[in-house]
């Protein structure tokens, strides 16, 4: 599922997302700080080879990937969680931030791989989850790919929402989604297919954890100093979060001690489904670059 998808409509995108979860294996792990058997972490994992681990946005699941895991798992296993409070995982008591969530993540990647080694990759929020969990102990990454991550303290703009909230009409649904895609998600309006559209009213149906605000903060650039794998960084050239601030971005950048940075042309955030391909090409030079 790599191509554009302007043509489905909301039955063909259904249809779409039930194949590519019906190709998937399921697994379940418990997490960290869980109170008891019923706190699991649900993963799901295509094709055979060096593992990679992906790990979505807020108000996401595993379906931000939708474009890319087809094409890693002609050479890797794909192993993309829900993280806990998002998807089909289970809730973790009280507000979550990315360092709670980070040791959840570990201990699920942990029962997940066994000591298998493993590559990161976090888009967005789930970059700072990353960000944090290549910083503490457990089992740690081969590679770190932070995705247009949160946490480099760059001040965000100010960007206008329409509330969802109350509308249940399907048609004007569908046109809150698309307004508020364009605002953060997606540059170009004609991005936005049908298949955008389910991906982002499930997620926002499906997060149910209490995040705090420290995706706003510089969080990313003390953790990067406690890295011990080679770290890289990948961005939606038109990515609004640092659309106009590619100067301030780059200083960012300079002091996390990345081994390479790439750009992807004419994307914007969600930059893994707005340029699919030019994306996973991108990806693939980072994950195939020698860990020494």
Same mark, same amino acid.
């Given at each position: 599922?790599?191509?554009?998808?302007?043509?489905?409509?909301?039955?063909?995108?259904?249809?779409?997302?039930?194949?590519?979860?019906?190709?998937?294996?399921?697994? @379940?792990?418990?997490?960290?700080?869980?109170?008891?058997?019923?706190?699991?972490?649900?993963?799901?994992?295509?094709?055979?080879?060096?593992?990679?681990?992906?790990?979505?946005?807020?108000?996401?699941?595993?379906?931000?990937?939708?474009?890319?895991?087809?094409?890693?798992?002609?050479?890797?296993?794909?192993?993309?969680?829900?993280? %806990?409070?998002?998807?089909?995982?289970?809730?973790?008591?009280?507000?979550?931030?990315?360092?709670?969530?980070?040791?959840?993540?570990?201990?699920?990647?942990?029962?997940?791989?066994?000591?298998?080694?493993?590559?990161?990759?976090?888009?967005?929020?789930?970059?700072?989850?990353?960000?944090?969990?290549?910083?503490?102990?457990?089992?740690?990454?081969?590679?770190?790919?932070?995705?247009?991550?949160?946490?480099?303290?760059?001040? %965000?703009?100010?960007?206008?929402?329409?509330?969802?909230?109350?509308?249940?009409?399907?048609?004007?649904?569908?046109?809150?989604?698309?307004?508020?895609?364009?605002?953060?998600?997606?540059?170009?309006?004609?991005?936005?297919?049908?298949?955008?559209?389910?991906?982002?009213?499930?997620?926002?149906?499906?997060? !149910?954890?209490?995040?705090?605000?420290?995706? @706003?903060?510089?969080?990313?650039?003390? /953790?990067?100093?406690?890295?011990?794998?080679?770290?890289?960084?990948?961005?939606?050239? /038109?990515?609004?979060?640092?659309?106009?601030?590619?100067?301030?971005?780059?200083?960012?950048?300079?002091?996390?001690?990345? !081994?390479?940075?790439?750009?992807?042309?004419?994307?914007?955030?969600?930059?893994?489904?707005?340029?699919?391909?030019?994306?996973?090409?991108?990806?693939?030079?980072?994950?195939?670059?020698?860990?020494?």
């Amino acid at each position: 599922m790599t191509g554009t998808a302007s043509s489905m409509d909301r039955h063909e995108a259904l249809r779409a997302l039930e194949r590519l979860d019906a190709g998937a294996r399921h697994v @379940r792990t418990p997490f960290a700080s869980s109170q008891g058997p019923s706190q699991m972490m649900a993963w799901r994992c295509w094709g055979d080879g060096p593992p990679v681990v992906l790990v979505h946005g807020g108000v996401g699941s595993w379906r931000h990937w939708v474009r890319n895991v087809e094409h890693l798992a002609r050479r890797r296993s794909v192993w993309v969680p829900d993280l %806990p409070g998002f998807g089909d995982s289970d809730v973790p008591a009280g507000v979550q931030s990315p360092p709670t969530l980070a040791p959840m993540l570990l201990d699920g990647i942990a029962h997940a791989l066994g000591d298998r080694s493993f590559d990161l990759v976090g888009f967005s929020f789930g970059a700072l989850v990353c960000a944090f969990a290549a910083a503490q102990a457990g089992p740690r990454p081969g590679r770190l790919v932070l995705i247009g991550p949160a946490g480099l303290g760059v001040e %965000p703009p100010t960007l206008e929402f329409l509330p969802l909230r109350g509308v249940t009409d399907p048609a004007e649904r569908a046109r809150v989604l698309r307004v508020n895609l364009n605002a953060l998600m997606l540059h170009h309006p004609e991005s936005i297919d049908a298949l955008a559209i389910e991906i982002h009213g499930h997620g926002i149906e499906r997060e !149910r954890i209490r995040r705090d605000n420290m995706a @706003r903060t510089d969080a990313i650039l003390g /953790l990067s100093q406690r890295w011990t794998c080679p770290a890289f960084a990948l961005f939606g050239e /038109l990515d609004v979060l640092y659309l106009g601030k590619q100067d301030v971005l780059r200083e960012r950048l300079g002091r996390l001690g990345l !081994r390479d940075t790439a750009f992807v042309d004419d994307a914007g955030h969600w930059v893994m489904y707005e340029r699919a391909e030019a994306f996973n090409s991108a990806l693939d030079a980072l994950l195939e670059q020698p860990l020494g």
